[in-house]
């Protein structure tokens, strides 16, 4: 018997393979394709506490190996996803992890006692950084914002915190450290990179928004990369890693960098199966290498000459 | 909805005027469900480089033969796979996508205008032939436009329905000499309802004529949808409701008054 479960912080997870907010709605679209109750958790997309519009389009382009999205943060709002969204989730035998994203303190405070007082999600995940903010309020460049929003939210709520970093920071262990200090359950890495892509033809952008975030396979190194470091300075602490993850091998390749789960994300888009073939894969792999208990792989790579 | 993901056997590929090909394959399942509007999200790039799937509109779908067709404009990693399929080679597809889909007229009488540009002939020639197969034959024009006359699709086709061709090109080698808004001009009537696919510029003018005149007018438009499921809200457009919906759940098919174009 393999043994596939694994913990963030109070949060059991069947097993490590969950989906990355933004790429799996609200699990409605996703309920008619494959099978939620096999997944060991499912994110849905970033929540506000007003319904948001996102950026203007195009607001996706095609690049290496990838994709740059400027989606903006569009959805419904928190009445929206309470009202509608978690009645449904609430129908499977999944546990549901919000995303919650804000301008301030206060708007996450506020999300997360909602989503608490309506029995709405079995753990959060905070998305600290909103690069479309114009006053400048980003939470996952400073350390001391950081602290401060998770410290609040951890005084805010019972429920699992987890706390999505940014990439796109010189180094990740300061916030990561900020937000362990404070309590969160978990660190989620990485979000997407910043960049942006040109059309030479039409000498034009080829986003609205100039610029976006790029996912897939093109960024699975970096997350790897990010991943191993968080785990090698803070080796308690669970991480769900994603970055390009497409196949059980590359599950594996996470959890060996120092994951304890990993989410699937742009690889949806081309396989809406995708995170179910993660799982099978993973299990496949055990199975070949004879790994009864999924947690012997956290961590364990080696070095070449080791 | 019910998406399928499908392994499907190409049986025909070939091309049909200048970078233009059809593609056909044996999906009954998908040749059941699928109706015009609706669409398939391919995934056949043979560049490591290119991962994406890239949605086209299905052209034919036969339920008696279970075959699929779709034509597609060769011109990126996708479209170059997909021509580079011989029968017998398997086709990886998503579908039927798209909530909302061409909705006939039910007027009884009505002159069915259908006006295409492009790749946006196809799921309107597919439309043409669902509305010829009712009992009372009703009255279908295609006004179909074209820079020039070797670059108009499906001409041969459309004269075997028996439905009303009006060509129209830029430089005046077929047709009337012009775009399509001039032959549309002169059809335009209060039993006239008009189908539209083409690229942005022509659907938003003939869109723009269509509500002048009072006429009801269906646009299937295009973005760029990396899911096609309606999981990455990539695809959306602005409506004038002040919303922005998904165009591969909430369309691809809109009403031309509801759309706020660019
Ligand atoms: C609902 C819907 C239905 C559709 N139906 C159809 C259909 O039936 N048939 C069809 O053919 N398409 C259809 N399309 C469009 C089709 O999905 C896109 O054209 C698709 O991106 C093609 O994929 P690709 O990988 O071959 O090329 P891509 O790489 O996606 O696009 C080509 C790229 O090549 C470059 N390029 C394009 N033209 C030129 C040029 N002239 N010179 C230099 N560079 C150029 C551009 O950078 C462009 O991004 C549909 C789209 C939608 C949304
Ligand atoms: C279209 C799209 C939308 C996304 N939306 C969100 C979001 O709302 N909130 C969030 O925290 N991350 C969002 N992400 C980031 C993903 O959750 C994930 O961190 C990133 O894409 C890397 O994983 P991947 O390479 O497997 O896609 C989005 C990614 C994509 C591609």
């Known amino acids: 018997m393999t043994h596939l479960s694994v913990k963030i912080g109070t949060l059991d997870l069947r097993n490590p393979v969950m989906t990355a907010s933004g790429t799996f709605g609200f699990g409605v679209e996703m309920a008619s394709i494959i099978d939620l109750n096999r997944l060991g958790a499912v994110v849905v997309k970033s929540t506000s506490r007003e319904m948001r519009l996102g950026n203007p389009t195009p607001r996706i382009t095609e690049t290496p190996s990838g994709l740059l999205n400027a989606i903006g943060l569009q959805n419904g709002g928190i009445d929206n996803y309470i009202s509608e969204k978690a009645p449904f989730l609430r129908h499977f035998n999944v546990p549901i992890i919000v995303n919650l994203v804000g301008y301030s303190v206060d708007d996450y405070v506020y999300l997360a006692q909602r989503i608490t007082a309506a029995g709405a999600a079995d753990a959060l995940e905070i998305n600290i950084s909103c690069p479309n903010v114009k006053h400048g309020c980003d939470f996952s460049v400073d350390p001391l914002l950081t602290f401060e929003l998770i410290d609040a939210l951890r005084k805010a709520t019972p429920l699992p915190l987890i706390t999505k970093l940014s990439p796109n920071v010189t180094s990740i262990l300061p916030i990561a450290r900020a937000a362990i200090e404070a309590g969160t359950d978990g660190l989620a890495l990485i979000n997407t990179l910043l960049g942006t892509a040109i059309d030479a033809r039409k000498r034009r952008f080829k986003l609205a928004n100039v610029t976006g975030g790029l996912s897939g396979p093109a960024i699975k190194p970096v997350a790897l990369r990010m991943v191993w470091q968080a785990h090698q300075a803070f080796p308690d602490i669970p991480i769900v890693g994603m970055g390009g993850i497409t196949n059980g091998i590359d599950a594996v390749e996470f959890l060996l960098a120092g994951a304890t789960a990993v989410a699937v994300g742009t690889a949806t888009f081309v396989n809406p199966a995708a995170s179910l073939g993660v799982l099978d894969g993973l299990e496949a792999y055990m199975d070949e290498y004879g790994i009864d208990d999924v947690r012997e792989l956290i961590g364990a790579v080696k070095a070449i000459d080791d | ?262």
Request: glycine residues 10%; charged residues 20%; contains cysteine.
């Open chain 2, 1 to 262: 909805m019910s998406v399928l993901h499908i392994d499907a056997q190409v049986v025909d590929n070939r091309e049909v005027i200048k970078d233009h090909r059809v593609i056909t394959c044996l999906a009954p399942d998908l040749a059941e469900l699928a109706r015009p509007g609706h669409f398939v999200n391919v995934l056949a790039s043979e560049a490591a480089s290119s991962i994406l799937r890239k949605p086209f509109s299905i052209y034919h779908a036969d339920p008696h033969t279970g075959l699929v067709a779709m034509l597609y404009q060769v011109k990126g990693p996708t479209t170059v796979g997909m021509a580079h399929k011989r029968a017998g080679d398997r086709i990886d597809l998503v579908g039927p996508l798209g909530g909302n889909v061409f909705e006939p007229d039910p007027r009884p009488g009505v002159h069915h205008v259908m006006v295409g540009g492009g790749y946006g002939v196809p799921p309107l020639v597919f439309l043409s032939k669902v509305l010829g197969q009712a009992a009372q034959t009703p009255q279908i024009t295609f006004i179909v436009g074209a820079r020039s006359k070797d670059r108009l699709l499906c001409q041969d086709e459309l004269a075997e329905m028996g439905v009303n061709v009006r060509p129209s090109t830029e430089d005046g080698s077929h047709g009337v000499k012009g775009r399509v808004t001039d032959v549309l001009s002169e059809i335009l009537a209060d039993d006239v309802a008009v189908y539209c696919c083409g690229p942005d510029a022509m659907m938003r003018a003939v869109g723009a004529m269509c509500i002048a005149s009072g006429v009801d007018c269906q646009v299937s438009l295009e973005a760029p949808m990396p899911c096609g499921i309606g999981v990455c809200m990539g695809c959306v457009v602005d409506t004038t409701d002040g919303i922005r919906v998904r165009a591969c759940c909430e369309g691809p098919v809109f009403d031309a008054r509801k759309v706020v174009w660019k």
